[in-house]
C-alpha cells in the first residue's frame, strides 16, 4: 500500500477510535456489558439487545425497548433526540442511571433491574461519559465528551436512611418520626422556630427522609404575614381530615407560605456556587411541609432530617433569593391530553442559578423555554418525570433582562372521567417552577 493511503487509513482509524461512540463502545459497553449481552445468550434472547462490538449501536439508537412497560411509556433504548429531552426518553439511562436508584425501584417496578446487575455500578465518569454523548443527540461519528470524565473511578454506593449529623455552623430540623396509615396520603405541616436572633444567610441544605415521601418542603412567610396569621410553633397542622377532605384553617396558612427549600428525592445535598448565599429571615421560623404517600395495606413509618449550614455575610458576593412560578386556575378535561402554556417575565435584570418543576401524576411533560431575548425559544429544563423531576444548576447562571423570562410548557394526560384542577392531592394537579435567583 502507497504510503499516503496507510497514512490516510491511519488518520482515518485514529479519528473513529477518538470518537464518542467509539470510547462508549470499548470503555463501558464492551468491558462491563457485552460478556452478557452478546448473540446466544439467554439475556440476550430475552432482552433483544446485542451490546457486542459492530453490533450495538444499531441495537440501541432508535430502537423501542422489548420491555413493555418502558416501552408503554414512550422510552427507546437511547434517545437521539439530544438534551433532557433525549435523556430522559432513554430506557437505557434509566437503567444505568444508579444516582437515580431510589425512584427507579420505588417508580419503575416493571423495569426489571438495574444494569450492571447486583451493585456493580458503573463508576461516575463512566455515568457522565454516557450522559454527555446521549445528550448530545447519540452520535455515531463525532466527539462530543471529553474522555478525562472517566478519570472519575468513584461509584454510588446504596444506603439506607440514617439520621443527619448537625451542621458545624448552622442548624438542624427534624420532624418525626410519624405514622401515615394504609391507603392515604399524608401531608401536615409543623411550623418550627429557628430561634434566629438576625437574618442569616445559607451556603448549603442537606435533607434527609424515610422511604414513601412524595415531597419535603420547609417554607418562610411572605414579609407582610402578621403574627396574627402565623400557626403556632411545634403544632403538626394536617392539610387533609381522615376522611379526605381538606383542613381549611391548614389550607389559609399555605396562602402566606414563601419556599424556601424542598425535594422530592429521598435525599439532598446543595451547596450554592462560591459567594452566593441564600438569605433566610429571622422574622419567621420555618414551616415543615411533608408529605408522604402509603399505596400499602400497613402502616408506614415517615422522618426527616434537614441541615441548615450557614456562612457570614462578609463571604457573600450575591445575595440569592427564591422564586416560585405557579399556574393555578386550570382544567384538565376528562380523556384527554392537555397542554397548559404560561409564560412570566423578569421586572428587572436577574441571574437564575437553579430549577426544579412540581406536578404531579398526571403530567407526561414539564419543558422550559426561554421567553424574549437572544436565547428565545431555548429549551433550558425538560422532564417527564413527575414523581422526582430534576434539579438543574446553572453555572454560569441564566441572565434574564427586564421583559425576558420563561415559558412554562406542560402537558397532562387524564385518563380518569372528571375533569381535574390545581390541587395537593396527587390524583389532583400542579404547575409549578421553583428556582434561585441573584440580582
Not at 290 to 303: A, F, K, L, P, Q
Not at 369 to 382: A, C, H, L, N, Q
Request: glycine share 8%; charged share 20%.
Amino acid at each position: 500500500m502507497p504510503l499516503f493511503f496507510l497514512l490516510v487509513s491511519c488518520a482515518e482509524k485514529e479519528r473513529i477510535d477518538s470518537t464518542t461512540w467509539h470510547v462508549v463502545q470499548n470503555k463501558i459497553l464492551t468491558p462491563q456489558c457485552a460478556n452478557c449481552h452478546i448473540e446466544g445468550t439467554a439475556i440476550t434472547r430475552q432482552s433483544g439487545l446485542d451490546l457486542s462490538a459492530g453490533k450495538a449501536y444499531a441495537a440501541l439508537v432508535g430502537v423501542a425497548p422489548k420491555n413493555i412497560a418502558a416501552k408503554n411509556n414512550g422510552l427507546v433504548l437511547v434517545s437521539n433526540e439530544g438534551g433532557l429531552k433525549g435523556l430522559g426518553n432513554s430506557f437505557l439511562w434509566e437503567k444505568i442511571n444508579t444516582h437515580n436508584r431510589d425512584h427507579f425501584l420505588s417508580d419503575h417496578t416493571k423495569y426489571g433491574q438495574m444494569m450492571p446487575p447486583g451493585e456493580n455500578f458503573l463508576t461516575n465518569g463512566q455515568l457522565q461519559f454516557v450522559r454527555a454523548w446521549i445528550e448530545a443527540g447519540a452520535p455515531e461519528d463525532a466527539i462530543v465528551a471529553e474522555k478525562k470524565l472517566l478519570e472519575d473511578s468513584t461509584r454510588y454506593k446504596p444506603r439506607a436512611f440514617q439520621p443527619l449529623e448537625p451542621p458545624d455552623i448552622g442548624f438542624q430540623l427534624h420532624l418525626g418520626p410519624f405514622n401515615v396509615q394504609p391507603n392515604f396520603e399524608r401531608e401536615f405541616f409543623n411550623y418550627t422556630d429557628t430561634k434566629l436572633t438576625g437574618d442569616v444567610y445559607v451556603k448549603r441544605i442537606q435533607i434527609e427522609m424515610r422511604p414513601g415521601s412524595h415531597h419535603f418542603i420547609l417554607h418562610s412567610f411572605d414579609d407582610d404575614t402578621k403574627q396574627s396569621e402565623l400557626p403556632a410553633f411545634g403544632v403538626d397542622r394536617e392539610l387533609r381530615d381522615p376522611d379526605g377532605a381538606i383542613h381549611t384553617p391548614t389550607l389559609f396558612t399555605m396562602a402566606k407560605h414563601q419556599f424556601f427549600a424542598g425535594t422530592q428525592w429521598p435525599r439532598l445535598d446543595y451547596k450554592m456556587p462560591p459567594g452566593i448565599g441564600l438569605r433566610l429571615p429571622s422574622k419567621f421560623g420555618l414551616d415543615q411541609n411533608t408529605h408522604y404517600v402509603n399505596r400499602t395495606d400497613s402502616i408506614m413509618v415517615g422522618e426527616v432530617f434537614s441541615n441548615i449550614h450557614t456562612i457570614e455575610k462578609s463571604e457573600i458576593l450575591h445575595v440569592a433569593e427564591l422564586f416560585t412560578m405557579s399556574h393555578m386556575s386550570f382544567n384538565l378535561p376528562p380523556k384527554k391530553v392537555t397542554t397548559l402554556e404560561r409564560t412570566f417575565n423578569a421586572s428587572k435584570q436577574i441571574y437564575v442559578g437553579q430549577l426544579f418543576s412540581h406536578a404531579h401524576e398526571k403530567m407526561t411533560e414539564f419543558v422550559v423555554k426561554m421567553s424574549g431575548g437572544s436565547r428565545d425559544g431555548e429549551v433550558v429544563y425538560w422532564t417527564n418525570d413527575w414523581s422526582h423531576p430534576p434539579i438543574l444548576y446553572f453555572d454560569p447562571p441564566i441572565k434574564l433582562n427586564a421583559g425576558e423570562g420563561f415559558k412554562l410548557i406542560a402537558t397532562y394526560d387524564n385518563p380518569t372521567d372528571q375533569t381535574v384542577r390545581f390541587g395537593f392531592l396527587s390524583t389532583d394537579e400542579m404547575m409549578i417552577l421553583f428556582g434561585w435567583f441573584y440580582e
